[in-house]
Nanobody
Framework: QVQLVESGGGLVQAGGSLRLSCVASGNIFRIAMMGWYRRAPGKQRELVARITPGGTPTYVDFVKGRFIISRDNAKNTVSLQMNSLKPEDTAVYSC???????????WGQGTQVTVSS
């Protein structure tokens, strides 16, 4: 069983920055695809960014140039640096661990990010 614990959420003004972190338990982190997702009020959960075991990132269009995903396999940690935040970035951000070609798929509890205008 893998546990994911997020931290770093909070309240920030538009244009500000926050850094989210997610620490995974267990020993499969280094072979897992790690992702950050978000769910805004009244909306479905959506992908924000993901990073391969080797460190190759992918971003959705609405965060390109503003967010940076990174991972530290030695510390079982994936981070999301969020810059130039907008009120529409307000959501609960959750960490996901997935091992491709298996049914291993875990979610963290989420951390609230609120961006005021």
């Amino acid at each position: 069983q893998v546990q994911l614990v997020e931290s770093g959420g909070g309240l920030v003004q538009a244009g500000g920055s926050l850094r989210l972190s997610c620490v995974a338990s267990g020993n499969i982190f280094r072979i897992a695809m790690m992702g950050w997702y978000r769910r805004a009020p009244g909306k479905q959960r959506e992908l924000v960014a993901r990073i391969t075991p080797g460190g190759t990132p992918t971003y959705v269009d609405f965060v390109k140039g503003r967010f940076i995903i990174s991972r530290d396999n030695a510390k079982n940690t994936v981070s999301l640096q969020m810059n130039s935040l907008k009120p529409e970035d307000t959501a609960v951000y959750s960490c996901n661990l997935m091992v491709l070609t298996t049914d291993l798929n875990y979610w963290g509890q989420g951390t609230q990010v609120t961006v005021s205008s």
